[in-house]
């Protein structure tokens, strides 16, 4: 089993930035694939950035290309995702996920890959 608890949100002005945080544990030598993901009110979650377990591949969501930028430490088992020029649309609950097997060396964004879940840190951009 594997545990995720995410830190690091908050509110923030148009163009700012903020860096989240998520500390796993449990099995973590297991996981394949770590992952941020995001879900607005009244939408699906959606992947924004995942990473496999060497930390040398990464997949990005259209939308933040270029502004955000996942990685991982895998002495401390901790899960960043670094989101920089942050827009309205960003806002939303975020996630991080763990899981999955790397196709093709990489990452998949579909949420339904991922079988561990944090309880999520709010982000409102404003």
């Known amino acids: 089993d594997v545990q995720l608890v995410e830190s690091g949100g908050g509110p923030v002005q148009t163009g700012g930035s903020l860096r989240l945080s998520c500390v ?3 099995a973590t030598q297991d ?3 770590m992952g941020g993901f995001r879900q607005a009110p009244g939408q699906g979650r959606e992947g924004v ?3 496999n377990h060497g930390g040398t591949i ?3 969501a259209d939308s933040v290309k270029g502004r955000f930028t996942i990685s991982k430490d895998n002495v401390k088992n901790i899960l960043y995702l670094q989101m920089n020029s942050l827009k309205p ?3 939303a609950m975020y996630y991080c996920a763990a899981g999955g097997v790397p196709y093709g060396g990489r990452c998949d964004l579909d949420p339904n890959a991922f079988g561990y879940w944090g309880r999520g840190t709010q982000v409102t951009v404003s």
Do not use: L
Request: overall charge negative; glycine content about 14%; aromatic content about 6%.
């Open 58 to 60: 990464t997949t990005y």
């Open 24 to 26: 796993a544990s449990g």
């Open 89 to 91: 649309e960003d806002s």
């Open 31 to 33: 996981i394949g694939c």
């Open 49 to 51: 950035a995942t990473i």
